[in-house]
């Protein structure tokens, strides 16, 4: 057995007045997290300063003494502080080039706030600090383990979730021997070095029309009109659809793909390139992948498997997995091909699955060429190393 972390989604129904206070805890946190965020940059450009998440904590105690910011003693102050945590999280990750540099929240995003301890459920009701009474929740399934903490959350269709983060005790599958690669595409989610392939759910091109004919729909509204605000929210609910049918697909498969394999092999994704695309298709084809790998990787980690990700400028479709050879004139319209040097006959995804696992392997032995993520971590501790020994230490655990 072994101790895991698992999460519990629940939809709450907070009253009138439980809805006013929820709203203060959004706004409150976003506005630490905007604050501190502020205040991190000015001081750097000022004094050419790094603070961390202690000084900001110092400083934030001594804030709400302040009059003018009396309300931030409304809310839960454990929730204030792990908005700092997350500002914290965002700063290490920006560090170790892992995201982009962290940027304002707004109201018109999702709105969400972390409640770190004393969370617990009680005759229907979920019990929080400040909330006296609980809130209202529908327990559709059962909870696993011990709650540590939770999430609330307001989605763009106003309803408002709760995830529940649980300590579960867990059996890891048994271990096959097997090792596996993986590509990716838009035809097929899945490319397996073993020849297996997973396409993509068709489910999705029928709501992918929805979501057009949806938005066609709202373009043509006046601004502000209260039948603008309705088709926004029609909208909403075919995309949370669409986020649930293919979230159930994607665990369906990862979880097979972690039973079968004890290493597993994929591309790294460039965040780059998600932001990059405009097509409706590839744009959802690639927010599928990022939480596909996501499920993947977490999923190798409770059953004690391998997940390696290789560099993603590493020549995957263009080397022939016979030989080794490049094909430099390799274009995106050849889906086979044949090796000029060996003659080995390849499809091009099956191919690239091959030299993939390959890859991967070499990175496991430590024979690899420097994979693109070691090389991020050379360069993010190369940073850390002019920051104060306390930054350091918040940057380990997160
Ligand atoms: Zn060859």
């Not at 498997?305 to 995106?332: A, E, H, Y």
């Not at 993939?356 to 190393?385: H, P």
Request: positive net charge; glycine residues 4%.
């Amino acid at each position: 057995m072994k101790t895991i972390f698992k999460s519990f989604k629940f939809r709450i129904y907070p009253g009138k007045e439980q809805e006013i206070l929820l709203a203060k805890h959004f706004g409150a946190c976003r506005f630490v997290f905007n604050h501190y965020l502020n205040k991190r940059k000015e001081t750097y450009l000022e004094d050419k300063k790094s603070l961390n998440y202690y000084d900001n904590a110092n400083d934030l105690t001594q804030f709400k003494k302040d009059e003018n910011f009396n309300w931030l003693k409304e809310i839960n102050s454990q929730s204030l502080q792990s908005s700092l945590r997350n500002l914290d999280t965002a700063y290490g990750k920006f560090f170790r080039k892992q995201t982009k540099f962290p940027r304002f929240k707004s109201k018109y995003d999702r709105q969400s706030f972390k409640i770190p301890q004393f969370v617990s459920i009680e005759n229907n009701k979920l019990i929080i600090p400040k909330f006296k009474g609980g809130i209202k929740i529908n327990l559709h399934r059962e909870i696993e383990g011990s709650v540590c903490f939770a999430t609330i959350s307001k989605s763009t269709t106003g309803n408002y979730f709760v995830s529940l983060t649980c300590e579960v005790q867990y059996q890891p599958y048994d271990k096959t021997g097997s090792e596996v690669g993986i590509d990716t595409g838009i035809k097929d989610l899945a490319i397996l070095s073993d020849g297996t392939t997973y396409e993509n759910i068709k489910t999705l091109k029928k709501n992918l029309k929805k979501v057009k004919f949806n938005q066609r729909k709202l373009s043509k509204k006046i601004k502000d009109s209260s039948s603008r605000n309705k088709q926004k929210q029609k909208l909403s609910i075919v995309h949370e659809k669409i986020t649930n049918v293919r979230k159930d697909y994607l665990h369906k498969v990862s979880t097979e793909i972690v039973k079968n394999h004890d290493i597993i092999s994929v591309e790294d994704l460039s965040v780059k390139n998600i932001m990059k695309n405009h097509k409706l298709a590839q744009a959802m084809s690639d927010v599928s992948l990022g939480t596909f790998y996501t499920m993947l990787e977490y999923k190798c980690d409770w059953n004690e498997k391998q997940f390696v990700k290789i560099d993603r400028f590493f020549p995957s479709s263009k080397m022939c997995s016979g030989c080794g050879w490049i094909n430099q004139d390799l274009t995106l319209k050849d889906r086979e091909w044949a090796c000029t040097s060996c003659g080995e006959k390849h499809d091009r995804d099956f191919n690239a699955s091959k030299n993939i696992l390959k890859q991967g392997l070499k990175i496991l032995s430590g024979s690899g060429i420097e994979s693109d993520t070691k090389q991020k971590q050379v360069e993010a501790l190369s940073l850390d190393e002019s920051m104060k020994p306390e930054t350091h230490q918040s940057l380990a655990d997160v």
